[in-house]
């Protein structure tokens, strides 16, 4: 696994070195980053694996980065300020590890990368893509598998098969979890939509996305609407229905 460290602070980088080094994954360290302007020139014509970065540093913010480059490589954030957490999620965000963190949360939070990669590198499956559709080449690389949301000064991140369906409402977002729970989620649903994987979530209205397994039943409310009932969810009273618009792809998606 060949990983980058984009950290100014000489202690803070030579310590999450030698975690790495005498971790129990097999890590070659393939290049140091100080700032933002060197991350740049270095990413735009190199690559890795994995990426380990603070947040603040000396000429800006590596959010900078990740924006001006849209960077498709996960990213493990090592920071001692918490504001940016939910910023970070817009990005191929792994885990977010607040300083000082130790070899077990570093350990854990490669294991995440290590247990969401997917089965071919992207290499692999350039190679063995020709002719197939690019939304199904899309599927299995970049939908989001992590949500994170808060409560209070609690952090969560909700994992996707958590999900029962996103709903928006005025300017805002909710995530609904399968155990009853409701978050905000910051993002929007248009927005939302294209990060999601087609084969498990739905855009049914301009309200709402349900996920696949999430569906308790489905009925014909009218001639032109289908009504949904999601598993546990604090949803359960509202009428949920399929637009008219969409009633043939949603039927269509059902039998795929």
């Known amino acids: 696994m060949e ?14 070195e030698n975690l790495l080094l005498k971790s ?14 060197e991350s740049l020139a270095w990413f735009k014509n190199n690559t890795c694996d994995l990426i ?14 990740f924006d001006a480059l849209n960077i498709k490589i996960p990213i493990i954030f090592t920071t001692a300020f918490d504001q940016y957490a939910i910023e970070s ?25 290590l247990d969401t990669k997917p089965p071919m590198e992207s290499t692999e499956i350039n190679t063995v893509s ?31 098969r958590e999900v029962t369906c996103f709903m928006a409402q005025d300017k805002y977002l909710f995530l609904y979890t399968n ?6 989620y910051d993002d929007t649903i248009l927005n939302l939509t294209d990060k ?6 739905f855009k049914i209205n301009r309200k709402f996305i349900v996920r696949h397994d999430a569906i308790k039943s489905i009925v014909m409310y009218s001639k032109n609407r289908i009504k949904i009932e999601l598993h546990e969810t604090a ?10 618009k969409n009633n043939s792809e949603f039927k269509k998606w059902l039998n795929n």
Do not use: M
């Not at 990983?3 to 999450?16: G, K, M, P």
């Not at 380990?52 to 980065?65: K, P």
């Not at 999601?196 to 979530?201: A, G, M, P, V």
């Open 196 to 201: 999601l994987s087609k084969k498990h979530f």
């Open 52 to 65: 380990f970065s603070d947040i603040h540093l000396g000429d800006g913010e590596s959010l900078e980065i």
């Open 179 to 184: 155990t009853g729970d409701s978050y905000l």
């Open 130 to 160: 020709e002719g197939l559709p690019q939304d199904l080449i899309k599927e299995g690389l970049v939908y989001k598998e992590r949500f994170l949301v808060s409560r209070g000064k609690q952090l969560i991140s909700v994992n996707s």
């Open 89 to 113: 999620f817009r990005f191929f965000t792994v885990d977010y590890l607040l300083k000082p963190y130790n070899k077990e949360k570093l350990t854990l939070a490669i294991q995440k990368f």
């Open 3 to 16: 990983v980058v460290i984009i950290e100014d602070e000489d202690l803070a980088a030579v310590s999450l």
């Open 235 to 244: 949803l359960n009273e509202a009428l949920i229905l399929v637009s008219s």
């Open 24 to 37: 129990d994954f097999e890590i070659k360290i393939k290049a140091r980053l100080e700032s933002v302007e």
